[in-house]
């Protein structure tokens, strides 16, 4: 979402940092350039103009004058001011209130409030353990109604049952009625959208306002729309009165602008981005995270996060002890590209770690894409057991047939034998000292081979499946309250020797090897 704008950030805030003294006449220049960046990610004008004025004012004080570096003290005033305009801190749904809370989702067609409903309803139920019933107040469009209920039975949340004929109003204040007398925690109400706002809509939402009194209203937004997004905001709490904000298509190649703006300009936090069509594929908003992001840092705490959810704890745990044996064959090759193909793919992982947005030209031009992933797995698919269990007996004719089944051709197989070869050497050395994980470290090691960055060496994820929640809060809070040193975060695990935890059972992600930054403390 942010791309073109941490590329243009990116390349200005470098040019401060390489200085040994700047000028106000330097930071101007910058702080044009800036401007210029915000404006062509649609971010709106007065929130550009309130933006810059905030950071001019903090970078020709005294405070960067007398600063041992002035250009990372210019790079630090950017990303506080990028976490003020984003909101300072993420703040979640609100459920404190009497039961059923009423949650009211608003919005125009098409900005993904249905399926952002189910969304929410799958996340209340299995993170919070909450009873939740969903609504479709959307008489209008076709098959709003029955598009929720299915929803509602994939993601295993009981849906109002559909009497046709009924207005919105009616239907508001019968699903309030159905979640007092089922017992229910939340009712979420998916009202009806327009292609653009006008009177109808707003007295409709203002009437439902009122006979449901919703504790939370949540404006759902395309973050796709660019400049009008402020308009839509604006009008939206100035008539039915918004207490949060969910982005989608978050994970689009938009150019962010809507996020930027729409907190600004409300004052109300952005709550939930969505990042994909899949039920789960919806995170919370972190204000400091995405600011990291933007300006390149990367995004450590919720890699971490990621790979807690996504891996298998007994599955990494009985390949750990498999590799401790010194074995490692294509099938636990294939295992680890699944892994990262669940953790957002090659791009999304890269995406989060420092300093690491920069190389997506060589691995573009490496051949280092998700496509590469899905070829990979098809070529493994494409073999006997016996020749995933022992590769030695892949010959020419073998590897004819493999080619045509996976729709490749000799040449990527033995690519892939190659960097399985790597990574099953550096496994059996490590197996033989005891050390257990590092097979994730492996893969992007082969790939880092390929891409002519040497080996990317790293540390690891702490052990996640032997952390109990006050660990792994405390491993969080430590990241999150990393510093700006050298324009990035300082004791971050991921650059020098520290790298990323090692996930459950022994798997760990890679940092980038060569010096650097500390890693976070291993659990003994």
């Known amino acids: 979402m942010f791309e073109s704008l941490q590329e243009r950030l990116g390349s200005i805030l470098n040019g401060l940092t390489g200085r040994g003294a700047l000028s106000e006449a330097d930071v101007t220049a910058a702080l044009r350039e800036v401007r210029r960046a915000l404006i062509e990610a649609d971010v709106a004008l007065e929130v550009v103009r309130s933006f810059v004025e905030k950071v001019r004012e903090k970078a020709v004080g005294a405070a960067v004058v007398k600063s041992i570096k002035p250009g990372q003290m210019v790079v630090k005033i950017v990303h506080d001011e990028l976490v003020a305009m984003l909101g300072d801190e993420g703040k979640a749904i609100d459920l404190n209130a009497p039961a059923p809370v009423v949650i009211m989702m608003v919005g125009l067609q098409g900005s993904g409030k249905t399926t952002t409903t189910g969304k929410i309803a799958k996340r209340l139920t299995e993170r919070q353990g909450k009873k939740v019933l969903m609504a479709s107040l959307d008489t209008r469009r076709p098959a709003a109604q029955e598009q929720l209920r299915q929803l509602g039975e994939q993601v295993k949340v009981a849906t109002l049952p559909i009497i046709a004929g009924q207005s919105p109003v009616d239907i508001a204040r019968r699903a309030v009625q159905a979640g007092r007398l089922g017992g229910h925690d939340v009712v979420i109400l998916d009202t009806a959208g327009r292609t653009h706002i006008d009177e109808p809509l707003m007295v409709?939402?203002?009437?439902?306002?009122?006979?449901s009194s919703p504790h939370e209203i949540l404006l759902v937004a395309d973050a796709l729309t660019g400049q009008d997004a402020v308009n839509l905001a604006r009008n939206f709490d100035e008539r039915v009165g918004i207490t949060g904000?969910?982005?989608t298509r978050m994970d689009g190649?938009?150019?962010?602008?809507?996020?930027?703006?729409?907190?600004?300009?409300?004052?109300?936090?952005v709550k939930l981005i969505g990042v994909g069509e899949k039920m789960d594929a919806l995170e919370e908003f972190h204000p400091k995270r995405i600011a990291d992001r933007i300006l390149g840092m990367g995004d450590i705490v919720s890699l971490v996060e990621k790979a807690a959810e996504t891996i298998d704890a007994e599955k990494a745990a009985a390949m750990a002890k498999k590799m401790q044996s010194g074995k490692f064959d294509l099938n636990d090759l294939a295992e680890q590209l699944r892994q990262m193909q669940n953790m957002g793919g090659m791009g999304g992982i890269m995406g989060m770690m420092p300093g690491m947005g920069k190389m997506k030209d060589q691995m573009a031009s490496a051949g280092l894409d998700d496509k590469m992933f899905g070829r990979q797995i098809a070529i493994i698919s494409s073999m006997t057991k016996a020749e995933r269990a022992n590769p030695d007996i892949l010959k020419h004719s073998r590897k004819k047939r493999i080619a045509a089944g996976s729709g490749t051709d000799a040449a990527e197989i033995n690519k892939l034998l190659k960097m399985h070869r790597q990574m099953a050497d550096m496994m059996k050395a490590m197996g033989g000292k005891g050390k257990g994980g590092g097979m994730m470290r492996g893969l992007m090691g082969g790939m880092a081979q390929k891409m002519g960055l040497g080996g990317m060496m790293g540390g690891g994820?702490?052990?996640?499946?032997?952390?109990?929640?006050k660990q792994l809060e405390q491993l969080k809070k430590q990241?999150?309250?990393a510093g700006l040193g050298g324009g990035m975060p300082k004791g971050l695990p991921g650059l020098g020797g520290g790298g990323l935890p090692g996930l459950p059972g022994g798997p760990?992600?890679?940092g980038l090897g060569g010096g650097g930054l500390p890693g976070l403390p291993r659990k003994k």
């Open 461 to 469: 994820l702490p052990d996640l499946s032997k952390m109990d929640p």
């Open 479 to 481: 990241a999150e309250a």
């Open 253 to 269: 190649d938009g150019r962010g602008g809507a996020a930027l703006s729409m907190r600004a300009v409300t004052g109300k936090p």
């Open 508 to 510: 760990r992600l890679p």
């Open 245 to 247: 904000l969910v982005l």
């Open 204 to 211: 409709e939402m203002a009437d439902i306002r009122k006979v």
